[in-house]
């Protein structure tokens, strides 16, 4: 069974600095990974998605995940943060029966 | 061009009751997943309809039961509704999933409080 294991509960970064979320993720196939972001009170939102064009894959507002079968990684990136970015951001696997498998999701806090 | 719509935003409910939860698709979408999000947790996969038909189920009991109709919204039922239903619960919408990296698009959720 596909799954995917945030590494990080809660990421704290100051206004500017960069943000990493790690996300690992285990799958017996080819998987298709996703990044999504929920704001408070608000739905979920697609950053990217990594299709198996190209293992680098960029995204809205900025962020971009690297996929490294090597390590089972789809770590998220952004160089410079936000005061919007501050969120709960969710790593997501879909396999061949098409349901999205969420991870526990890691809370995002911008420090000004 | 309209998102994902669901209905009621916030229900409260007391033990045993049902439910039901609506949601409308994102204009030309025909696939219509529902998904669990209880406090502080993902959201759990609930189940995915298509062409009317139930095509996809999670590990949730059959007091969870859905429908599908012609113009592609959908219904969530949860019958004898326990405590642990508290949760928001979120609709998603998308083209038939013919691959995994198709795009499913959510909607804002509906709050469920069980008392």
């Known amino acids: 069974a596909q799954s995917v294991t945030q590494l990080d509960s809660h990421v704290s970064v100051s206004e500017g600095t960069p943000v990493l979320l790690r996300c690992n993720y285990s799958?017996?196939?080819?998987?298709?990974l996703f990044w999504y972001v929920q704001h408070p009170n608000k739905g979920l939102q697609l950053l990217l998605k990594?299709?198996?064009?190209?293992?680098l894959v960029k995204g809205i507002n900025g962020f971009e995940a690297e996929f490294k079968k090597s390590e089972t990684s789809f770590h998220l990136t952004k160089p410079s943060a936000h005061m919007s970015d501050a969120a709960e951001y969710f790593c997501v696997v879909s396999v061949a029966d098409y349901k999205l498998s969420f991870g526990a999701g890691t809370t995002v806090t911008v420090r000004a | 061009d309209a998102g994902v719509t669901q209905s009621p935003t916030h229900l409260i409910k007391t033990r045993g009751q049902q439910v039901t939860l609506r949601c409308s698709p994102k204009?030309?979408?025909?696939?219509v997943s529902w998904y669990q999000q209880a406090l502080g947790q993902g959201p759990q996969f609930i189940f995915q309809y298509y062409e009317e038909e139930e095509r996809q189920r999670g590990n949730f009991p059959d007091r969870f039961s859905g429908h599908q109709f012609p113009n592609y919204s959908s219904e969530l039922n949860v019958n004898a509704l326990l405590l642990g239903d508290s949760a928001l619960y979120l609709c998603?919408?998308?083209?038939?999933?013919?691959?995994?990296?198709?795009?499913?698009?959510f909607g804002p959720g509906t709050r469920l409080t069980v008392l």
């Open positions: 998603a919408s998308s083209l038939v999933l013919a691959l995994s990296t198709d795009t499913q698009y």
């Open positions: 204009s030309g979408h025909d696939t």
């Open positions: 799958s017996s196939y080819s998987p298709s």
């Open positions: 990594y299709t198996s064009a190209a293992t």
